[in-house]
């Protein structure tokens, strides 16, 4: 089969067989990634090695044939570029310093070429996947990246982003754009270099009141999808918002956004009623089910198959995939994905 049936699906033709990738698809479940990475001695080091990341990025489609190949990197590639140091400590979580809670965005030096590992990733990943593997680039959105420049740090809550976009909102609002314009440059270089849909991970976009959230998500994502679609408009955009909860529908109308992901809280019966007809969305199996396997796993991958069936659907989970699920986890739901008809 050389048909992309995933990227028919972003521009809006349902299958009957709905296509199927995985968040973190690439990641610490496979023994092939933990043997890489060991050999690389460290995130970074293997995130801004081409070989390496290609090598990554390949590595579950080698193993599951996925629909989709999602490029492999970091949310947080786009603060190193406009300045920050960024670190990865072990069992600490990613770091970035300074944080701009207490530190001026005007003192960074932006280094853009911090990026050409990437873009050099993209164009060995393209060369190398099966002809009819849709390639998927992505980005953080402004709001969740800014809740990591400005605490230094991720967060529960994101109190401390919380307070400073409420005490000074100009400040936060030159941050926000300084994200934005830098996802905009990235994201249109990785098209250019190969990937043929993008995704925007909006992780904590739950943390926010209406208000905010139509402030610090919709608005600067909706910015950074018309200049995508003006740049490229051949290329779709997913918009994943996690936590978003009943403000699903306004992301959706407002983002201009080409599909909707869906986190693992949202009921899918639920999203099919209340997004726009004919909105590709994805999602949206928990995690958690995935690692439970058996009788469970079956019942929660059909409730989403039976509730999406009539609208353009790619499986995936609610959020990333954990670094103890087991392999024949993953061979029993691609089994059961692909029984539809």
């Known amino acids: 089969m050389t048909e992309k049936r995933l990227l028919a699906t972003l521009k809006g033709v349902r299958q009957e067989v709905p296509p199927i990738w995985l968040m973190r698809q690439a990641g610490r479940y496979l023994p092939e990634y933990r043997a890489l990475r060991a050999e690389k001695g460290g995130f970074l080091a293997l995130a801004t090695d081409p070989d390496a990341a290609a090598e990554v990025t390949i590595q579950p489609i080698r193993r599951f044939g996925f629909d989709g190949a999602i490029l492999f990197s970091d949310i947080l590639m786009v603060p190193w570029a406009l300045g920050q140091a960024l670190s990865f400590g072990a069992g600490e979580g990613p770091a970035l310093a300074p944080p ?17 590992p990437v873009y050099a990733t993209v164009e060995k990943v393209a060369a190398m996947l099966p002809v009819g593997t849709t390639f998927l680039g992505f980005a953080g959105s402004p709001w969740t990246v800014a809740t990591y420049m400005v605490a230094g740090h991720g967060s529960r809550d994101q109190g401390e982003t919380r307070r400073f976009a409420y005490t000074d909102p100009k400040a936060f609002a030159e941050i926000i754009d300084a994200i934005a314009d830098m996802t905009i440059a990235y994201l249109s270089r990785q098209i250019q270099a190969g990937v043929e849909a993008v995704q925007l ?62 986190d693992e809280t949202v009921d899918p019966v639920w999203a099919h009623k209340s997004l726009p007809e004919g909105l590709p969305v994805q999602g949206n199996l928990d995690p958690l089910a ?23 659907h790619i499986f995936n989970l609610g959020h990333g995939i954990l670094q103890d699920t087991p392999i024949a986890h993953v061979e029993r739901l691609l089994a059961q994905v692909r029984r539809v008809r």
Do not use: C
């Open 201 to 262: 991970f909006d992780s904590w976009s739950g943390s926010l009141s209406p208000a905010q959230f139509e402030r610090w998500v919709i608005a600067p994502s909706a910015k950074i999808v018309s200049a995508l679609h003006d740049l490229h408009p051949d290329t779709p955009v997913i918009g994943f918002p996690k936590g978003a909860g009943g403000k699903l529908p306004a992301y959706a109308r407002e983002t201009g956004a080409d599909a909707i992901g869906l």
């Open 100 to 116: 701009l809670i207490d530190h001026a965005l005007a003192g960074l030096q932006k280094v853009p070429e911090r990026l050409d």
């Open 290 to 312: 995935l690692i439970a396997g058996g009788e469970e796993l079956d019942a929660s991958a059909t409730r989403i198959l039976e509730a999406l069936a009539d609208r353009p």
